[in-house]
């Protein structure tokens, strides 16, 4: 599944799973745009990928920003050339019931983690299908398939990615751009730690709810992206993969804590 010499950009890619989705794509050889509103944050993270003598640039702007968005593909391009691959990775997590979550929360999310979304594949397809070619992945979650309480807006605004990815894929596939989407069920990561510590949950609480019994790993989302963006997958369009152990199969008594 060779990817040596195309380019690649990930939007959130600063930390968490973004960043080692960069590293994975790094690692097969391409050229890796890493993209985060936070430009420190950016920064940080290009230079420890540039400490492994690996292709990559980094540069910050914000998903939700039509001119920030433009800017951003613009630069890509000039850098690093004809994009093969984006990964919408960039996304918030603001938790609360309808009753008591705030309008900014709601309206924060879905600006990030569906009109983001939105913008990016926008600025991707018109690039993307002059060259007739190329590769678009949403990372949504399996909150966009499964009911969860007091994540109104997240669950929500997933959903929404989900089924942007699948009428994507019908308008996209003629120029011969697939369009797919990842759904990450609970992954080891620092923000699953904290967010189970805020719940008093023990991450052992989590587990009995994945068929597995174990959590995913980051490297688990990343080479699914590997294969959507191979030739390998060419054929494979308008797909939701849940990466989750079969969690999203998986209906126990709610967890209340």
Request: hydrophobic residues 45%; negative net charge.
């Amino acid at each position: 599944m060779s990817l040596a010499g195309k380019t690649a950009l990930v939007t959130g890619a600063a930390r968490g799973i973004g960043f080692v989705i960069s590293r994975v794509l790094c690692e097969r050889g391409m050229r890796v745009v890493i993209n985060d509103r936070d430009p420190e944050a950016t920064e940080i993270a290009e230079q420890k990928l540039k400490q492994d003598r690996f292709e990559v640039a980094g540069l910050a702007a914000d998903v939700t920003r039509p001119a920030d968005v433009q800017n951003l593909f613009e630069a890509a391009e000039q850098r690093f050339g004809p994009l093969w691959l984006l990964v919408n990775n960039a996304g918030v997590f603001r938790a609360g019931s309808c009753e008591t979550l705030p309008e900014q929360d709601w309206d924060e999310t879905f600006a990030v983690d569906a009109k983001g979304v939105f913008l990016c594949s926008q600025a991707a397809l018109r690039r993307m299908t002059m060259q007739r070619a190329g590769r678009i992945v949403v990372i949504s979650s399996i909150a966009g398939w499964i009911t969860r309480t007091n994540q109104i807006a997240y669950c929500a605004a997933k959903a929404a990615a989900i089924h942007f990815a699948r009428c994507l894929a019908v308008e996209a596939a003629p120029h011969g751009i697939t369009v797919n989407c990842i759904c990450p069920g609970m992954t080891d990561s620092a923000m699953l730690r904290d967010t189970a510590a805020a719940r008093n949950v023990a991450i052992e609480d989590y587990l009995t709810m994945i068929p597995t019994g174990t959590l995913a790993e980051a490297e688990d989302h990343a080479h699914t992206v590997v294969w959507l963006a191979s030739e390998e997958a060419r054929h494979v369009t308008g797909q939701v993969i849940s990466v989750d152990g079969g969690q999203s199969l998986y209906h126990p008594l709610t967890l209340r804590r």
